[in-house]
């Protein structure tokens, strides 16, 4: 059973970091692409940033370039997003995205609030 568990999100000031986590099991995470997305109330969800299997490549929203980092993991089958000069349009609810098999997988989420 394909499980993405994100965790690491929180309440920080506008400039301040973040590191989220995303934990996957029920398949094998080496093998694929994982993306970052996030979703704000009242907006579409919209592509962060996404990493190759094999770490060869990532590629980046506009807004989050040169601000967010992702990362793997293969070892710890886990997947990072480092998010440093928190701004206040990035508050949302984060997600971890694997497509395995054909089939979209989502994690619950966590939620970012940027906030003085």
């Known amino acids: 059973q394909v499980q993405l568990v994100e965790s690491g999100g929180g309440l920080v000031q506008p400039g301040g970091s973040l590191r989220l986590s995303c934990a996957a099991s029920?398949?094998?995470?080496?093998?694929?692409?994982m993306t970052w997305y996030r979703q704000a109330p009242g907006k579409e969800r919209e592509l962060v940033a996404t990493?190759?299997?094999?770490?060869?490549?990532?590629v980046y929203a506009d807004s989050v370039r040169g601000r967010f980092t992702i990362s793997r993991d293969n070892a710890k089958n886990t997947l990072y997003l480092q998010m440093n000069s928190l701004k206040p349009e990035d508050p949302a609810v984060y997600y971890c995205?694997?497509?395995?098999?054909?089939?979209?997988?989502w994690g619950q989420g966590t939620q970012v609030t940027v906030s003085s």
């Open positions: 029920g398949f094998i995470f080496s093998n694929y692409a």
């Open positions: 995205n694997a497509r395995v098999l054909g089939i979209s997988r």
């Open positions: 990493i190759t299997s094999l770490d060869i490549g990532t």
